[in-house]
């Protein structure tokens, strides 16, 4: 792979306020796709459902501080919830149920929008990619999220309403630009879940590539059983069957990223 994530480090938010199109997938397996390629990376949980804690087999496990909860409403050192995870390189600051109530909790906390990107820009040195994986809504986690970030990439379901509801993300991506982070780029587009024997799948992977141009990666996710099957064994699909075609997929997909930013 070529080595172009030396520099300063980036910090990738991904990110669809829809459920089930990917996210957390995507964060597991090119986190760990680079993570194998010796790049230092560090994957944080913004989702109270914890997905990407269990799916890479920490499900309950807490840094000496805590988890990204602790991290974001009380004082931690940022790298108290660090966890260091069974795929070298790679790091996690995981989430737990706690964290349901941390969308309410910090309406009335001071610059509520801020607190994961104070919690990571200390981090930036220690890393070389940072990938934060959102939960499906809009709300205050996400908006920090996209704060905190560099870029957005944005896994997109190939299915008849997947370009449903992009308008307001879309929209918020610009409000946050416009006053909280005037920086933050859409890091790609990225359609998962792709099944190539129907036609849909085809008229929808054509529709996003007229709306969003260039900013659609040319690697496609397929609909892949191995990728549903890896979380609930806890290991990222990558490792459990390198040989399937979601895990080529995501290797590919890294090494397309590394590609762009090497351009
Ligand atoms: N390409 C794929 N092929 C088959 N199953 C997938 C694929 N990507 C994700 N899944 C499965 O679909 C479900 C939703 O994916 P997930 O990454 O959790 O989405 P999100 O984080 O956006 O809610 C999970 O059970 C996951 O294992
Ligand atoms: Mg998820």
């Known amino acids: 792979m070529p080595d172009n994530l030396s520099g300063p480090s980036r910090v990738v938010a991904v990110a669809n306020q829809k459920g089930g199109v990917g996210k957390t997938t995507t964060v597991i ?13 560090l994957a944080v949980d913004v989702d109270p459902q914890g997905n990407l804690t269990s799916g890479l087999g920490l ?43 941390a969308e309410i909790e910090l309406v009335s906390v001071p610059v509520r929008e801020h607190r994961l990107r104070r919690l990571i820009d200390p981090l930036r040195a220690r890393f070389d ?28 379901h190939c299915e008849y309403f997947a370009l449903e509801g992009l308008a307001d993300l879309v929209a918020t991506m610009r409000r946050v630009r416009s006053s909280l982070n005037p920086h933050l780029d859409i890091e790609g587009v990225l359609l998962t879940m792709y099944d190539e024997r129907t036609n849909l799948g085809q008229l ?9 141009k260039e900013k659609v990666f040319n690697t496609v996710i397929p609909r892949n059983v191995r990728l549903g099957e890896a979380p609930s064994h806890g290991i990222p699909a990558v490792l459990y069957d390198a040989k399937s075609r979601g895990a080529a997929a995501y290797v590919a997909l890294a090494k397309e990223m590394l590609t762009r930013h090497a351009a």
């Open 129 to 156: 990619c940072i990938f934060i994986d959102c939960p499906p809504s809009l709300g205050l986690l996400t908006l920090n999220a996209l704060v905190a970030a560099d870029a957005v990439l944005i896994p997109l």
């Open 59 to 101: 499900r309950g496990r807490r840094g000496d501080a805590g988890t990204i909860y602790e991290a974001l409403l009380t004082e931690v050192a940022p790298d108290g919830c660090l966890l260091a995870t069974q795929v070298e390189n790679l790091s996690l600051i995981p989430a737990d149920r706690n964290l349901t109530g």
């Open 204 to 212: 929808v992977a054509r529709d996003v590539r007229e709306f969003f």
């Open 29 to 41: 397996n090119l986190a760990t796709s680079l993570a194998v390629e010796g790049y230092r990376v």
